[in-house]
């Protein structure tokens, strides 16, 4: 049986497509829908994002090797560059995106892939473009962290190819008016360039909920919609209402449509100004609201309207070295952020790494599932020491900061090796010692698991990628990694259960926590704390203070008993107050 490419399978899709929906005649009104990705609404014409360039059809003859390779490799450094001046200047967020970008583009495989393909006597453009097609295969096969990063690969092979043909660069469109931004995806370079006061709101046909796209997006406050299969239908200058809360593009809004949404995105705005303080119930239950942080800069993360931090990325201290970092850099590392939160609590998550997020200062081999191998806190099996060193930065810092400091492991999987890790964060003398619950096992096993810990906290990017057998990145099947999965919060009430009868914290982290209405699921399952990017804190600290503890066990039975995401969504919406349903 023969094997289709990725470009005929987008092709078939698209004519599927086509044949179900036909394009809509002129100013009829017709929704579409998708993924919901970043909340808000918003009203304007489309401007669609230019294709990248292509290669021309005549392929010339390479009669220097050694010029040719030249060429592409300082075609990359100029891209590299390039993305490291847009990085410095951008918002924290983008910054960290584009400098691992950049990173990319000066990978030295990457260079060794090309110039192997010049030698062979393919043009300097072409075998840009063939080496970071080999290249995007194996990440995709690899899955998990390395997987996300295909997209930002194929940003990096179109800046380069426009520089080695002489083309203008791929880049935003400029109507010279607002606009509703629809691509078939976003590079991080891009989406880290969007003016919030000119792109409205974004529609993507690819993408999936951890993307970079979206990422970003709710960094800026943009409303967006993805995974839109039938995005393709969007053309330049055509009205569009967009709901980023439910997923849905309305092609040719009526006059009331367009006073809908633009009286919502009017009462948002108003809501959210004066939204401030913790996180609380109606009835005055506490609910922590903390922030999820990577290589952002300090000050900047503890200005925000937080109560501290649910999530310290530390890989970040890691990835992109070729060497480990010393105990000094660590401690430096985590000291400025302590220093910066002040008495705020800080949870910090320990190296999240492994085969699918590679350390190149360790080889650690192949294997052939690297989502299901050795990561996360499984290293430590492989890479002794490792652990204990960076476990032992953290409490140096805690301890000359007097900040309030806990710990947790990532991909814990068995109560046993959740006391494995509080044995080995305890002897370092960090006294708040907690685990990620990311695993189906894990949460199956929740009370047993608390039993030898202070707390836990729920990734659900990747519990629902494990529950639902789908890969995080997979933009095919958006809807099996719906946070509203029924399934997945099964899950997510065995721990809430486990955490109410130990009297112990749990906290989610993952992408759910920035949804406001899920986040009333989240705490009616038992769920005493909410981790996410800052722009999502008032949306959801508003939506707590409008329903008490009661009001939200009642939404997690009715989103517990849905026949699917969409119907649990939907079930929530109805039953949630108005002006928070209304967000």
């Given at each position: 049986?023969?094997?289709?490419?990725?470009?005929?399978?987008?092709?078939?899709?698209?004519?599927?497509?086509?044949?179900?929906?036909?394009?809509?005649?002129?100013?009829?009104?017709?929704?579409?829908?998708?993924?919901?990705?970043?909340?808000?609404?918003?009203?304007?014409?489309?401007?669609?994002?230019?294709?990248?360039?292509?290669?021309?059809?005549?392929?010339?003859?390479?009669?220097?090797?050694?010029?040719?390779?030249?060429?592409?490799?300082?075609?990359?450094?100029?891209?590299?560059?390039?993305?490291?001046?847009?990085?410095?200047?951008?918002?924290?967020?983008?910054?960290?995106?584009?400098?691992?970008?950049?990173?990319?583009?000066?990978?030295?495989?990457?260079?060794?892939?090309?110039?192997?393909?010049?030698?062979?006597?393919?043009?300097?453009?072409?075998?840009?473009?063939?080496?970071?097609?080999?290249?995007?295969?194996?990440?995709?096969?690899?899955?998990?962290?390395?997987?996300e990063r295909a997209a930002d690969l194929a940003d990096i092979r179109d800046r380069t190819v426009a520089v080695l043909l002489g083309v203008p660069m791929p880049g935003l469109p400029d109507p010279?008016?607002?606009?509703?931004?629809?691509?078939?995806?976003?590079?991080?370079?891009?989406?880290?360039?969007?003016?919030p006061a000119k792109v409205l709101a974004i529609v993507t046909r690819r993408g999936g909920p951890t993307s970079h796209t979206v990422i970003l997006a709710r960094s800026l406050g943009i409303p967006a919609v993805i995974a839109c299969?039938?995005?393709?239908?969007?053309?330049?200058?055509?009205?569009?209402?967009?709901?980023?809360?439910?997923?849905?593009?309305?092609?040719?809004?009526?006059?009331?449509?367009?006073?809908?949404?633009?009286?919502?995105?009017?009462?948002?705005?108003?809501?959210?100004?004066?939204?401030?303080?913790?996180?609380r119930t109606e009835d005055g239950v506490a609910v922590k609201l903390l922030l999820n942080v990577g290589a952002e800069d300090p000050g900047e993360s503890a200005a925000h309207d937080c109560e501290g931090v649910g999530l310290l990325r530390t890989e970040f201290l890691f990835l992109d070295r070729d060497t480990e970092p010393t105990p000094d850099e660590q401690y430096e590392s985590y000291a400025r952020l302590f220093r910066a939160f002040g008495d705020r609590i800080i949870t910090v998550r320990t190296l999240d790494a492994g085969s699918d997020k590679p350390l190149a200062f360790v080889a650690q081999g192949e294997e052939p599932n690297p989502?299901?191998?050795?990561?996360?806190?499984?290293?430590?099996?492989?890479?002794?020491?490792?652990?204990?060193?960076?476990?032992?930065?953290?409490?140096?810092?805690?301890?000359?900061?007097?900040?309030?400091?806990?710990?947790?492991?990532?991909?814990?999987?068995?109560?046993?090796?959740?006391?494995?890790?509080?044995?080995?964060?305890?002897?370092?003398?960090?006294?708040?010692?907690?685990?990620?619950?990311?695993?189906?096992?894990?949460?199956?096993?929740?009370?047993?698991?608390?039993?030898?810990?202070?707390?836990?906290?729920?990734?659900?990017?990747?519990?629902?990628?494990?529950?639902?057998?789908?890969?995080?990145?997979?933009?095919?099947?958006?809807?099996?990694l719906d946070p509203w999965q029924p399934g997945l919060l099964r899950l997510i009430q065995e721990v809430g259960t486990a955490g109410v009868a130990t009297d112990k914290p749990v906290g989610v982290c993952g992408e759910a926590a920035a949804d406001p209405l899920l986040a009333l699921v989240l705490v009616g399952l038992g769920v005493s704390s909410l981790s996410m990017s800052a722009p999502s804190l008032a949306a959801v600290r508003y939506a707590l203070a409008r329903h008490t503890l009661a009001d939200c066990r009642d939404l997690a039975e009715l989103a517990l008993a849905a026949a699917g995401p969409a119907q649990a969504r939907d079930a929530v919406r109805g039953a949630a107050d108005d002006e928070v349903a209304g967000l």
């Open positions: 049986m023969s094997q289709s490419t990725p470009e005929a399978t987008v092709q078939a899709e698209e004519t599927a497509v086509s044949q179900t929906h036909p394009e809509p005649a002129e100013g009829e009104t017709q929704t579409i829908t998708g993924t919901p990705g970043s909340p808000g609404s918003a009203v304007a014409p489309v401007a669609v994002l230019a294709a990248p360039p292509a290669l021309p059809e005549q392929r010339p003859e390479v009669t220097d090797t050694a010029a040719e390779t030249d060429r592409a490799h300082a075609a990359l450094e100029q891209v590299a560059v390039g993305l490291e001046t847009r990085a410095a200047g951008s918002g924290p967020e983008a910054a960290a995106v584009l400098g691992a970008q950049a990173l990319m583009a000066r990978d030295p495989q990457l260079g060794t892939n090309i110039a192997k393909e010049i030698g062979e006597g393919v043009p300097a453009a072409w075998a840009v473009h063939s080496a970071v097609a080999g290249y995007q295969d194996l990440l995709r096969a690899a899955g998990g962290y390395l997987a010279g008016h607002p606009y509703v931004l629809v691509a078939d995806d976003l590079a991080p370079a891009d989406t880290a360039q969007l003016d299969g039938r995005a393709g239908e969007l053309t330049d200058g055509v009205e569009v209402a967009v709901d980023g809360d439910r997923g849905e593009v309305v092609l040719n809004p009526t006059a009331t449509q367009v006073a809908a949404a633009v009286e919502r995105a009017e009462r948002r705005q108003k809501i959210l100004a004066h939204s401030s303080g913790a996180g989502a299901l191998g050795v990561r996360g806190f499984r290293t430590a099996r492989a890479l002794p020491g490792l652990l204990e060193r960076q476990l032992a930065a953290i409490a140096r810092a805690a301890s000359d900061t007097g900040a309030h400091v806990r710990v947790m492991a990532p991909m814990i999987s068995t109560p046993a090796e959740a006391a494995e890790f509080a044995e080995l964060a305890r002897a370092a003398g960090l006294a708040e010692v907690g685990v990620m619950i990311e695993v189906p096992g894990a949460a199956l096993l929740a009370r047993q698991v608390l039993d030898r810990v202070d707390f836990v906290s729920i990734g659900t990017n990747d519990l629902a990628q494990y529950t639902l057998a789908t890969d995080r990145m997979l933009d095919s099947l958006p809807d099996l």
